[in-house]
């Protein structure tokens, strides 16, 4: 085969390679050492966050369609999750399993709008689909190892109560952080690998235009499902995450409005890239507590959200994912320029 | 050979398609007309974007309406936009790559015959550059590369000179003129606003004018039809 100029795999991309491997193996190997347990869970919540924010990503940043259910799915997941924790003994990978493949069809069903709405009316209808979400947890609550469907324990079984089980090799906070940060991998590997292929190739084209795509052969009701099973799926795998890492679910924890909230984050974050997933994450598990470990409100976390997507959608489209480097090549230019401006002066005068 | 018979669009009470009958034989064929003549919507029909409220079109003894819009591109259905569509988030490679893996082509040669359209337009950028980066002429290579990647049968050019200086369009006047022989007799309907442009590259030519097709025949010939000189000068026609 012609060996084309351009198409090898280039240098950068074994750095970027190096890099990501490099923090993956910081974070999993030599952060929960050197913090203690209560940061070990959150930051256990902001990689488990950081996969619901990846589903939304890709949904929005990639095919264009918004979708404000994708808090109400992670709580699909979990209560998927936490009944078959309680219910069998399956193994933990395969209930993550599970739990993603149910929340993927609830999901689909929840994206079935989007082959005729888009924009502002398609978030409304998502966002009805999660408050309807909401409601129906509100009344069958998260299972509590009890029997039935339903799973609940009565009044009289309530001191029976036991946590929702972990997996065996990880029982432990800093073990399942470590097991979390893995799936956590695994799911954006997922991810990346549809998105460097042929769908998400379909993607961008549907994104870009819809008649273009039609017109290149794309079968946009197919693949335009298959984004949100394939974020659903992301998501109902993050759920059942959370179900172990919490031991206890209450609907309390999933309200209709986070899924907006996770909007303004995930914008915020970058929408259009992979490591947007991850700020998101972080920004809507670890600053809050963060805060809290200040001595400010909870709740000022909103205000800077607000703040933050508001400057994202003026001057930074990219998000913090694209704009944070750029900024920093900017002030390392200013700097080197600073520097040397100052030995030109000392040369010759031209 | 494309033969369209009887061919009527209505969008309320305008017909920008009015009992179109013509055949497209070979090679590659001219539709011209002033603007709002019906061009744009008689490719539209051909995509399957707008469904007519009568007629019939073959193509290679097929009826084309029988195929779900998507699937016309697996036949060998292709298409460029007044508007270029290059999409932007994807390398050059990837952009003619995607319109290869749903043309139902092997996968093994999907490399090669992506470089060999972005040769056959000649597109001289890196293949790993985004589309969004290129100039004007190189999206609308893209654009021919695009619609000629994977077997074309039909290849349809809506305006794809459009904002080019005169020696690029000159350019892409060659490699529309060279479509149906490197691509095994692949059928290229052209339109453009470029007489120059048309008389280069196409022996027939039909035109539109108002939805009626006026004039059909070798270009040279439909070219000196008063007829069609009139109905791009304007000029009120008494018949």
Redesign the interface.
């Known amino acids: 085969?012609?060996r084309?100029?351009?198409?090898e795999i280039?240098r950068d991309d074994v750095v970027r390679a190096c890099i990501i491997a490099g923090l993956f193996a910081l974070a999993l190997f030599a952060v929960p050492e050197l913090i203690g347990v209560y940061w070990v869970k959150i930051l256990t919540a902001a990689a488990i966050y950081s996969v619901v924010a990846l589903g939304l990503g890709l949904l929005y940043g990639r095919v264009g369609m918004v979708s404000l259910c994708q808090v109400a799915l992670l709580a699909v997941g979990a209560w998927t999750a936490s009944r078959l924790l309680y219910g069998t003994g399956l193994p933990f990978p395969i209930i993550l399993l599970i739990a993603g493949l149910v929340t993927g069809v609830i999901g689909t069903v929840v994206g079935l709008p989007a082959l005729r709405v888009s924009g502002l009316h398609l978030a409304l209808i998502t966002l009805m689909f999660a408050g309807a979400i909401t409601l129906v947890l509100s009344v069958i609550h998260f299972p509590q190892g009890g029997g039935g469907f339903l799973g609940q324990l009565s009044l009289t079984e309530l001191q029976q109560f036991r946590n929702i089980r972990r997996p065996g090799i990880a029982t432990s906070d800093p073990a399942y952080y470590r097991y979390t940060l893995v799936v956590m991998a695994l799911m954006f590997l997922l991810v990346l690998w549809q998105i460097a292929s042929?769908p998400g190739?379909?993607w961008?084209?549907i994104?870009?235009?819809e008649?273009?795509a039609?017109?290149?052969?794309?079968?946009?009701t197919q693949y335009k499902l298959w984004a949100f099973a394939l974020a659903s799926f992301v998501t109902g795998v993050a759920g059942g995450l959370l179900a172990g890492s919490a031991g206890a679910l209450s609907p309390v924890a999933f309200p209709t409005q986070d899924s907006i909230v996770l909007l303004a984050v995930v914008l915020m974050g970058g929408i259009?890239s992979l490591w947007g997933a991850v700020v998101a994450g972080l920004l809507v598990r670890l600053l809050p507590a963060l805060l809290e470990n200040w001595g400010v409100s909870i709740y000022v976390s909103l205000l800077l959200f607000g703040i933050g997507v508001l400057q994202v959608l003026a001057t930074a489209p990219g998000g913090l994912a694209d704009q944070v480097p750029k900024d920093l090549k900017r002030l390392g230019r200013l700097l080197s320029r600073g520097f040397g401006g100052r030995a030109d002066a000392e040369g010759p005068a031209a | 050979m494309i033969e369209v018979e009887d061919l009527t669009v209505r969008f309320g009470g305008v017909t920008p398609i009015d009992d179109m009958t013509v055949t497209f034989p070979g090679g590659t064929c001219g539709l011209i007309g002033p603007n709002g003549a019906g061009k744009t919507t008689f490719f539209n029909v051909l995509s399957g974007f707008v469904k007519p409220a009568a007629g019939s079109i073959r193509a290679f003894g097929e009826d084309l309406f029988k195929m779900a819009d998507f699937r016309r591109a697996r036949w060998g259905l292709r298409r460029s936009f007044q508007t270029e569509q290059a999409i932007r988030n994807l390398s050059v490679f990837d952009n003619v790559a995607m319109v290869h893996e749903h043309s139902g082509q092997a996968r093994v040669s999907r490399r090669q015959d992506v470089l060999d359209a972005l040769a056959f337009v000649g597109l001289n950028v890196s293949p790993r550059e985004k589309a969004g980066v290129l100039g004007a002429r190189d999206r609308r290579l893209l654009e021919v590369a695009r619609a000629t990647v994977g077997m074309p049968r039909v290849v349809l050019l809506d305006e794809p000179a459009a904002g080019l200086p005169a020696e690029e369009t000159v350019h892409m006047g060659d490699v529309i003129a060279k479509i149906p022989e490197q691509f095994g007799g692949a059928l290229v309907i052209l339109v453009d606003h470029d007489m120059s442009l048309v008389s280069a590259c196409c022996e027939t030519t039909a035109v539109l004018d108002f939805g009626k097709l006026i004039a059909s025949g070798p270009t040279a010939e439909v070219l000196r039809n008063e007829h069609v000189i009139r109905a791009y000068l304007g000029t009120e026609e008494e018949l």
């Open positions: 085969m012609t084309i100029k351009g198409m280039e042929k190739r379909a961008a084209a994104r870009e235009s008649p273009a039609l017109a290149a052969g794309v079968n946009i259009y």
